[in-house]
């Protein structure tokens, strides 16, 4: 059976539940029966060590390599991303790794990350609605969108913010092994899938708000 | 402002959202505008070190000491759950921990270990629908609910499986702080929060599968 290989980008700062929402469905995956994929899931930062998420939440992590290849990259957001959407050499390596991905998640302000290596250009993508002001001026060459729960263009998916992870990841694998096998995973995970990744209650008080 | 310790009690194959979720609307409740508490959160464990949640997640804890005195205990549910509840080191540790405690949360099967303890007897609890048979079998002295979201018994919260954890949290949130904060808290963390403790979808499922 295919293993995939799942790659969970933190640095300081990021938040819990963009992290791990997203890591539980597609944990999940991995074990839930019927389905196609087993999963391998590994915690990686720029450095390797402990890691802080907001609230202090401590991760074990494996340093980044030149060589890593993971079938699927998943960049939480957090307050983390502020500095790190200037730091040049977090950029960079994240331009690297999010190249070799085969493909590539983000959570809310992780967009902005992602953003800023160039590599969503052109390219459909959201965030959190009360950072997306923020989030657009990181880099304005995105086609940024204002009403989504998340959003797929090519290989990158992007989600709106900390909770929206979690329909997302459902979302990216009802798109890879059909959307029973997602409807299932939300079933034993007692959680309500908002299905429709443009059923977005949030966009509208952004607006109101920016 | 008054300063909400807040100890979440992991072990080995502990489940990833069940604890996650309750800590980042814990989290948050520190460090919205206008919450009269700040929030400190710990994470412990019945040795301390490196613990690995399910998907082999590794987070590292501080161990457990005999006058920790929590003003809030999290307790998730996870795989990890099914021999710890007849591991009466644990459960004698867990006993202690939750009567020091001044309110005691727990998610899914995480309920099955607080009943162990005898704690639960004669009050109503909840648990993972899927597990719901054999968390009864662990305590059968619990006045266990089949149909509930989440449960508030005295100073005991129990929740249904993983993800219900997140609307428990808000729950205990509104109850405590009222529900103008715990909506506030959902709105930015843009959850759909489910606010009524007894509208619950899975429980039908669980019945026919039972």
Not at 78 to 104: N, Q, Y
Not at 151 to 176: N, P, R
Request: glycine fraction near 12%; hydrophobic fraction near 35%; aromatic fraction near 8%.
């Amino acid at each position: 059976m295919e293993c995939l290989d799942i790659a969970v980008l933190l640095f300081g700062g990021f938040e819990p539940l963009d992290a791990f929402g997203p890591v539980e469905m597609l944990g999940y995956l991995g074990k839930i029966d019927g389905s196609p994929v087993e999963t391998r899931l590994r915690f990686v930062s720029q450095q390797g060590g402990l890691v802080r998420g907001s609230y202090g939440v401590p991760v074990q992590t494996l340093p980044v390599s030149g060589d890593d290849k993971p079938d699927v990259l998943l960049v939480p957001g957090g307050g983390g991303t502020r500095p790190l959407s200037k730091d040049a050499s977090f950029i960079a390596m994240l331009d690297s790794l999010a190249s070799r991905s085969e493909h590539c998640l983000t959570v809310c302000t992780g967009s902005a990350l992602l953003a800023a290596t160039g590599q969503l250009d052109g390219r459909r993508a959201t965030s959190n609605k009360r950072a997306l002001n923020w989030v657009k001026s990181v880099r304005t060459q995105v086609n940024w969108q204002n009403q989504a729960r998340w959003e797929s263009d090519g290989k990158y998916v992007t989600s709106s913010g900390v909770s929206a992870g979690i329909d997302m990841a459902l979302g990216w694998i009802a798109g890879q092994y059909g959307i029973e096998l997602a409807r299932r995973i939300a079933e034993h995970t007692e959680y309500r899938w908002a299905e429709d990744s443009h059923d977005d209650p949030f966009a509208v008080d952004s607006q109101q708000r920016q």
